[in-house]
């Protein structure tokens, strides 16, 4: 298939919004200007390849950081939802799905094939490399979360304490440990004792 460069236009330009929307569920908290989509997606990204061969468990660095790249693009077209209104969105899942197909279907067939497998495989969590791809995006939230109550924004108990988000790194004990670190340093501060 012959690239038109007027489809491109359309793919760059979806892409270019990811850099726009800002995370819904650190503006819910007050903070207007954090991190966008893609901020996040570099920061999952970032960590997924670091850490992929840091890992007691076996993972496959360049699967993972693919999955990583794919993760969030549906997201350009539906947004970012938040953890909080997911229950009013069964269908998340599938709408990001046909997102994905309609972004990347300018780019051919084999390409948009190959990101919605790997797309299916992280909603799913199928595989290790997907599962791992899952806790490093919980992973960056916390590390997102500490940094911004560093700096004196507050209100973001619930991150820290929501089962959800802990769930998927306790798969991997190395993360699960840094996760614990992050949550100990967040009492220790909250304590009134600094790092």
């Not at 899952?134 to 590390?143: G, P, S, T, V």
Request: glycine share 8%; proline share 3%; hydrophobic share 40%.
């Amino acid at each position: 298939m012959k690239l038109k460069m007027g489809d491109l236009d359309k793919v760059f330009h979806d892409f270019l919004t990811l850099k726009k929307i800002r995370r819904t569920g650190w503006q819910l908290r007050g903070i207007r200007n954090g991190e966008s989509i893609a901020d996040h997606c570099f920061g999952v990204t970032l960590l997924t390849y670091m850490l992929a061969g840091s890992l007691s468990v076996p993972i496959n660095r360049d699967k993972a950081v693919a999955i990583s790249i794919i993760h969030e693009i549906g997201e350009c077209r539906v947004g970012d939802i938040p953890y909080t209104a997911l229950k009013y969105f069964p269908e998340k899942s599938r709408i990001e799905s046909e997102a994905v197909e309609d972004i990347l279907g300018p780019l051919g067939s084999k390409l948009t094939a190959e990101s919605l497998e790997l797309f299916q495989e992280f909603e799913e969590g199928s595989s290790i490399e997907a599962r791992f791809v899952k806790a490093i995006d919980k992973l960056d939230m916390l590390i997102t979360a500490a940094e911004y109550e560093k700096t004196g924004f507050a209100g973001l108990s619930d991150f820290w304490h929501n089962n959800s988000t802990f769930k998927p790194i306790e798969e991997f004990p190395e993360l699960a440990n840094y996760a614990e670190h992050l949550r100990s340093q967040r009492e220790r501060r909250l304590a009134g004792r600094h790092d």
